[in-house]
């Protein structure tokens, strides 16, 4: 009775572990389906003849069987397939198109002028809807147009004059780029971090390179910028070509260039994203950006000082690799021994107009020895302020704050009525100016010079390593 039971198992054991090779052999071969999944390419070649520009345009490695394209207005002539059949149309602007061996062929023309100073080929090639070219490269025969130069916003890998035609090569990663031609032979003159700068050849590129450039440099952009400064064709201003007139412009296209980098390189919130503004102008020493952002620069930069809005900024890039939001950039602002630095945090979400840089004091605050969780004491440029609005309402005085009539502060037979940042006040009917606003607005609520409330409401404050301590003193 063993012997059989024994072989059943035996059996059992043997139909078990083929079935998991098979599994494992199955979920292998999956597996290795996915890697070998290939990015969408395409090839494009363009041979230049008297009727115009001839076009071939190879996209391979697609995976659907049939396919939605789109087709440019300005393209003529066109054939589908490598038997070059007549293509068939659903609409005017899109066909659906069986996909042969992963890859589509199409043989077009594009119109083109006999003679020009300059020409601009946008939006020219068949596009796929919902899906992404992961790489271009075009392949170019020039036979007509072979006094002047060809770019695009890709890399020119290629160059060759030869006695009857020219050729180029250009490649980038994506979609087909814009194509210019002009009738001046174009060098390139300067490569300024990620920009490369192209000229006619008797120009001479004179521009200073921002330091920033040079700190940038191992930040890659998304996608470089070629800049060609002409006369021969009007001003075109695209992510990755520029056409500019002068070369003035170059240090706006370097700033920008900047902007980009950062907002690339530093992971803020959405709604944060315009504080890299406030970045970008420290780390070139000049207001550059969104109004509010150049104007918290000034702030910033007005209230720490150079060495410590270096240091700020130092600390930054070190959290280049994290995500960051306002907070975090309060945080890193080298604050006086107990307090916090509250600038970013609260600009971030006040739009209407700048919060001055301030330093809440950390310390725990006692009103007549009662731990008060409503007043705090900020220093700004040196200054110690404290909000005490508070601690008057506690003390019995009654207070009115109207928008257009000031702060009117009552008890008994104490009457003061202050103006926020404005130098004059009234006791009684009385009318006093001083030097400076005995009252001012930070975060929108009224603070006043921690001096003046003894002055004006005969408080004591006396300080301590771990609190602070304000009480009405006895007269």
Known sequence: MKKPFFTFILMLLILTSSLIFWQWKGYSSSEDKVEEKLDIQQTININHQKEGLFVEQIISNIEETSVKLSIPSQVIDITCGFDQAK??????????????????????????????????????????????????????????????????DAKLNGLKEMNLVDYYVFEKFGEAPLLYWQREKLMKKKEIGQIAVYAEQDFNVQINEIPAIHQLKDIQAEQPIKVIITKLHKEIDTE????????????????????????QLFQFPKKERWLVGVITSSVLNKPVGEEKAQKMYLELKDTLGKEQLSTW?????????????????????????????????????NKDSIMPLTFIDA????VNENK?????????????????????????????????????????????????????????????????SPVVLFHNTAYIELGLLNTFFNWTILEEDSQINIFQSVE
């Not at 594009?110 to 392949?139: C, E, G, M, R, Y």
């Not at 990755?240 to 907002?263: F, R």
């Not at 310390?363 to 006692?366: E, S």
Request: hydrophobic fraction near 35%; charged fraction near 25%; include cysteine.
């Open 372 to 436: 008060s969780i409503n007043t705090n004491i900020v220093t700004h440029e040196g200054k110690k302020y404290i909000n005490f609005l508070p601690i008057l309402e506690e003390s019995g005085y009654q207070v009115t704050n109207k928008k257009n009539e000031g702060i009117l502060v009552e008890k008994e037979a104490v009457k003061y009525q202050f103006y926020p940042d404005k130098r004059i006040f009234l006791l009684g009917e009385k009318k006093y100016g001083m030097k400076e």
């Open 363 to 366: 310390r725990d605050i006692y």
């Open 240 to 263: 990755t070509l520029k056409i500019i007139n002068s070369e003035k412009k170059l240090t706006s296209i370097q700033e920008e260039m900047v902007y980009q980098q950062l907002v």
């Open 87 to 152: 293509c068939e149309w659903t609409d005017q602007k899109e066909i659906q198109l069986a996909v042969d061996e992963g890859r589509l062929i199409f043989h077009y023309s594009l119109p083109i002028p006999q003679s020009a100073d300059s020409f601009l080929l946008n939006n020219w090639t068949v596009k796929l809807h919902n899906q992404s070219i992961a790489s271009t490269k075009i392949q170019l025969s020039e036979t007509q147009w072979r006094s002047g130069s060809w770019q695009a």
């Open 313 to 349: 900024l130092d600390r930054v890039f070190e959290e280049k690799d994290n995500k960051i939001n306002s907070k975090t950039l309060d945080d890193l602002i080298e604050a006086p021994l107990g307090m916090n630095a509250k600038f970013f945090s609260v600009n971030a979400v």
